[in-house]
């Protein structure tokens, strides 16, 4: 599904930057919108799947919950951080990339030429995450399942792709968009997760997953 470009940005000079860097490239999406400098202006474009381009070197707002709010308006969208340098440790990463961020820049010398691979690399259905936060993220998980796994049970291939989409924040919906299955099944598989997990809802699930 081809899909539209954001770039959301509190700073126009700053939002023109980032639309000149990936126009050089010639990244291909379906449209280009115009840049938003609030979230209130991301909302004027419901139910359309976006490459969104987050600005946080500009943007007062915590980039993971901001996510999740503009993925509920738009499913099916990706998202794509430009993070200052002291904002990019692992563990600041880590969270986001449990929140559904799917690629991450840093601000650094070479980020003009780095952010439309990114793009590119989102756009085509792989992350563009430092290894270090995927193998953080792939630990992490094992080690929730040792711990919260009921005894007796284990998880099917499929409920394993479904689990790690759940710990990114991840709706039914896109579950079965990401997966090519029904919602009703992606909703099924889920039920399952949770069940074999001894856990009675998906929020109950990311609190527990956080804890470890």
């Known amino acids: 599904m081809a899909l539209a470009l954001q770039v959301v940005s509190s700073h126009l000079l700053g939002a023109l930057d980032l639309e000149k860097a990936l126009s050089v490239q010639k990244v291909p999406v379906n449209r280009l919108l115009p840049h938003a400098a609030s979230e209130a202006e991301t909302l004027k474009w419901p139910n359309c799947p976006r490459l969104f381009l987050l600005d ?53 010398k070479k980020w003009k030429t780095e952010l439309p691979e990114a793009a590119l690399a989102l756009l085509r259905g ?15 998980m094992k080690t929730f399942l040792d711990r919260q796994l009921l005894t007796g049970q284990s998880l099917t291939a499929r409920e394993g792709q479904v689990l ?9 919906k896109e579950i ?18 949770l069940n074999k997990l001894g856990l009675e809802n998906r929020r109950n699930l990311l609190v527990s997953a956080l804890l470890n």
């Not at 792989?126 to 992490?140: D, G, I, T």
């Not at 990401?178 to 997760?193: C, D, M, P, W, Y």
Request: aromatic residues 8%; proline residues 5%; positive net charge.
């Open 126 to 140: 792989r992350f563009w995450v430092p290894s270090e936060v995927l193998l953080a993220y792939v630990k992490q």
């Open 176 to 193: 079965a968009h990401q997966l090519s299955i029904g919602e009703r099944t992606a909703k099924f598989h889920v039920s399952n997760v």
């Open 56 to 108: 946080g070197c500009s943007m007062n707002v915590a980039l993971g919950p901001l996510s999740g709010r503009l993925r509920v308006n738009s499913p099916g969208s990706k998202f794509l951080a430009l993070l200052p340098p002291d904002k990019s440790s692992k563990s600041e990463v880590l969270l986001l990339f449990h929140w559904g961020i799917d690629g991450f820049v840093t601000l650094h």
């Open 164 to 172: 790690q989409l759940l710990l990114r924040h991840l709706t039914n």
